[in-house]
């Protein structure tokens, strides 16, 4: 911990620039310029210079410096006017992830912040991962990640992420569950300083299935899943019918939500706009964090992208590199 008159330890932010051909090279550029993040968070964009100059110059924005960017040179400059997903903007994206994540695994960085990618480009571009979380579960090695979503004191971990709707009730089970309720107790302790964490869990089905007339997951697999999370320690409440629950978060009722699926727990934290909306993901080795929009190829070097999400991601990830530095010096 900083005494009196300490300086803060440096935090080194790498940021991927995200599918070139979408909005992350105009929301990296501003995020490295912006005035809003602090002068002790040192950052470094992994992507293409030659993109980020050509995207300031289209834009009006400042270039950046060779210094600020980790220049990987993978992706032709004359593509930038392709605004859809390619499979030349997928490997690139794929490319800057990784070669991020590698700085942070080595110890060059502190923690990774992801501009947006094309679920459909990193597929064209021949990836077996559904998304960034996926990916970062294998980059890192670590088994069961949780994507967590985060706008203000909402705070929204998902049981299950990119899935068919119709394949949720299959893919439910009652260790899983319980795992992302541990992964997300554990994190609003370590990373969000909260002490005796409140945990709710979302049933699946109208109701929470009203006694089993619309379905018996919430009694055969959610209602199991949150006694283990309870035997972990937490504070423990659920399934609880999601129309109401999401209500009593924003209340201050609980500090995390377990939802079922993707649309469950992304609805409710998008809704009120995406300025300040962080996707987290848990469970890995290192701090990821991200803004919560995706690539915006409609909108795409118009200028017009607002970097607002990406500085909040980075504001987050600062933090929580924080939280964790100190949490180890008090153990100590």
Known sequence: MNGPGEQKRLVRLVISMGDPCGI????????LASE??????????????RVLEETARRIGAEPPGEAAVLDLDNFPKAMLSE??????????SLEYIERAVQEVMAGRADAVVTCPISKEAIGAA???YAGHTELLGALTGAERPVMLLLKGALRVALATTH???RDVPEALTVEGIAHTGKVLGDALGRYFAVAHPRIAVCALN?????GGRFGDEEERI???????????GFAVSGPLPADTLFAKALADRFDGVVAMYHDQGMIPVKLSGLAEVVNVTLGLPIVRTSPGHGTAYDIAGRGVA???STVEAIRTAAAMVRALVEGRSQSR
Do not use: F, M, Y
Request: hydrophobic share 35%; aromatic share 0%; proline share 11%.
């Open 24 to 31: 992350g090279p105009e929301v990296c550029l501003r995020a």
């Open 36 to 49: 809003e993040i602090a002068p002790d968070t040192a950052l470094t964009a992994v992507g293409s210079l």
């Open 83 to 92: 605004h859809r997903p390619t499979a030349e903007g997928g490997e690139a």
């Open 126 to 128: 021949g990836s077996p």
């Open 163 to 165: 899935l068919a709707l």
């Open 206 to 210: 109208p109701h929470a299935g009203d």
């Open 222 to 232: 959610i209602a199991p899943a949150s006694a283990q999370i309870r035997e972990n």
């Open 306 to 308: 607002e970097e607002s």
